[in-house]
T-cell receptor, first 111, second 111 residues
Framework: TQLLEQSPQFLSIQEGENLTVYCNSSSVFSSLQWYRQEPGEGPVLLVTVVTGGEVKKLKRLTFQFGDARKDSSLHITAAQPGDTGLYLCAAKMNRDDKIIFGKGTRLHILP | DVKVTQSSRYLVKRTGEKVFLECVQDMDHENMFWYRQDPGLGLRLIYFSYDVKMKEKGDIPEGYSVSREKKERFSLILESASTNQTSMYLC??????????FGPGTRLTVT
């Protein structure tokens, strides 16, 4: 059972466009992280969200945690080729200390 | 900055060989993890450790073992490598059970 669903799986857009990717579940999380992974490298932590409704900004990236702490979104404004990569969400379940990962959204920004 | 290093970036081994993958972190983190990453399957947890000499099975421990003799070092062992263990192996460490810091990965090919 895939507890964290990420959508879309793949996204290819032109430089300068805006985009939103999603991370959804039917479970409640105590925290959720977003990572970016470039080809041949390990994932790099972008942000952690903890509070329902929380919004965090990292330059052109805006992260939102759902009010019920079951979902999250990542919005990129004016995408640049350097944003290309695999975006992973990960969450800590309330019931134990295990971390689960979504399968990721592979983003390609065309120059 | 947290630094997690892995012993090899690329490794080619023959079926039946014993394979050691080493991971070292320099931030005195208690928790360390080994994942494998395969296209379409995402990140899957093999083993994790919350303390020296302590280990817990993840979701796919079969065919693997681990060793944690020192806090900074977590080793993954493939007792008898098989072709279905060809994968990208990622080590991570964390001071808590979330916000994982990943190494650059080892791409293992078993022929």
């Amino acid at each position: 059972t895939q507890l964290l669903e990420q959508s879309p799986q793949f996204l290819s857009i032109q430089e300068g466009e805006n985009l939103t990717v999603y991370c959804n579940s039917s479970s409640v999380f105590s925290s959720l992280q977003w990572y970016r992974q470039e080809p041949g490298e390990g994932p790099v932590l972008l942000v952690t969200v903890v509070t329902g409704g929380e919004v965090k900004k990292l330059k052109r990236l805006t992260f939102q945690f759902g009010d019920a702490r079951k979902d999250s979104s990542l919005h990129i404004t004016a995408a640049q080729p350097g944003d290309t990569g695999l975006y992973l969400c990960a969450a800590k379940m309330n019931r134990d200390d295990k971390i689960i990962f979504g399968k990721g959204t592979r983003l390609h920004i065309l120059p | 900055d947290v630094k997690v290093t892995q012993s090899s970036r690329y490794l080619v081994k023959r079926t039946g060989e014993k394979v050691f993958l080493e991971c070292v972190q320099d931030m005195d983190h208690e928790n360390m993890f080994w994942y494998r990453q395969d296209p379409g399957l995402g990140l899957r947890l093999i083993y994790f450790s919350y303390d020296v000499k302590m280990k817990e099975k993840g979701d796919i421990p079969e065919g693997y073992s681990v060793s944690r003799e020192k806090k900074e070092r977590f080793s993954l062992i493939l007792e008898s490598a098989s072709t279905n263990q060809t994968s990208m192996y990622l080590c991570a460490s964390t001071p808590r059970t979330y916000e994982q810091y990943f190494g650059p990965g080892t791409r293992l090919t078993v022929t």
